[in-house]
């Protein structure tokens, strides 16, 4: 089992915990105030504590169901993706959609509370509800446009794109925007809209999960590309079960005045974000380990 799906499972086994022991205080709730209890006669002469105790046990009830679906829904997620790898948007999108929906449980808790009716309010404030969706268009577009992006396997938290001007890493994507995290290390926040009305060039993205390593290497240098590309083979034995060691290549890629452009590329299997920046990691100090050794000679 991968890292991130450990951590998902665990924090999942968490939420269960809160789920039984919000559901037997929501249980304890109904008991003590619909029935015929000795703390019926108190309910009628307090209204107040009456109706804070109705807005508790709609806040618990709303709550409930929104994290049983959140619960079975990553459930079936974490079944059908049990031999492939976990999308972390797919996540924050769940996670995200059940933020916004506690949010109207918790809007319609607070008009319970005070004694107003949440239908016969919404029916009262027609024209302004209406008034307020216009105003708030933008808003709605971009929150709608968020969910479709992280519920869409199109872009992902780490992947590097260009999107306008801007190029950046994919740090974040709320209900409203996109955080990007440039490489000199500017944070870019781009509006979710943006994202799925504009071009967006995705440098992660490419086919079979290929990982490609670029490296210019000057005329000077002692250069036998059959000596690097067997020493880089050596490295990648360590990863064998998370690559695919047969299918990495070494090539040239373009030949300049002074120098060359060499292409190490080898295919991944799982296509991870934390296996990728590892073995990235490597891979990059081999090449310059390599480079700093044929400088030397």
């Not at 216009?134 to 479709?148: D, H, P, Q, R, S």
């Not at 809209?193 to 992660?204: F, G």
């Not at 296996?275 to 490597?282: A, D, L, Q, S």
């Amino acid at each position: 089992m991968n890292q991130l799906k450990s951590i998902i499972k665990s924090q999942e086994n968490k939420r269960r915990r809160n789920f039984l022991f919000k559901l037997i205080l929501l249980i304890i709730l109904i008991v003590g105030f619909e029935s015929n209890t000795w703390l019926t006669p108190f309910f009628e002469r307090y209204v107040i504590l009456a109706n804070v105790v109705r807005a508790l046990i709609f806040l618990l009830s709303g709550n409930l169901i929104i994290s049983l679906a959140r619960i079975i829904t990553l459930q079936f997620y974490l079944k059908r993706t049990e031999e492939s790898r976990v999308q972390p948007n797919f996540v924050i999108g769940i996670d995200r959609l059940a933020t916004l929906l506690n949010m109207i449980v918790i809007l319609v808790t607070f008009m319970l509370l005070f004694g107003v009716e949440p239908l016969k309010f919404l029916t009262s404030i027609t024209i302004v509800a209406a008034a307020i969706a216009l105003l708030t268009k933008e808003y709605i577009t971009n929150i709608v446009n968020g969910l479709i992006i992280m519920f869409s396997d199109q872009l992902e938290i780490g992947d590097k794109i260009l999107i306008g001007k801007n190029v950046g890493f994919i740090r974040d994507i709320t209900l409203i925007n996109m955080v990007l995290k440039s490489e000199t290390g500017e944070i870019i926040i781009v509006p979710n809209t943006l994202a799925l009305t504009s071009e967006v060039v995705n440098y992660s993205k490419n086919n079979s999960h290929q990982m490609i390593f670029d490296s210019e290497v000057p005329f000077y240098s002692k250069i036998q590309l059959q000596e690097l590309e067997t020493q880089l083979n050596n490295v990648l034995d360590e990863f064998s079960e998370l690559v695919y060691v047969e299918g990495a290549q070494l090539n040239v890629i373009e030949r300049k005045p002074e120098s060359i452009i060499v292409r190490y590329q080898f295919p991944i299997k799982s296509g991870e974000k934390a296996t990728e920046v590892k073995v990235r990691k490597v891979i990059n100090q081999e090449l310059i380990n390599w480079s700093n050794e044929t400088r030397k000679a």
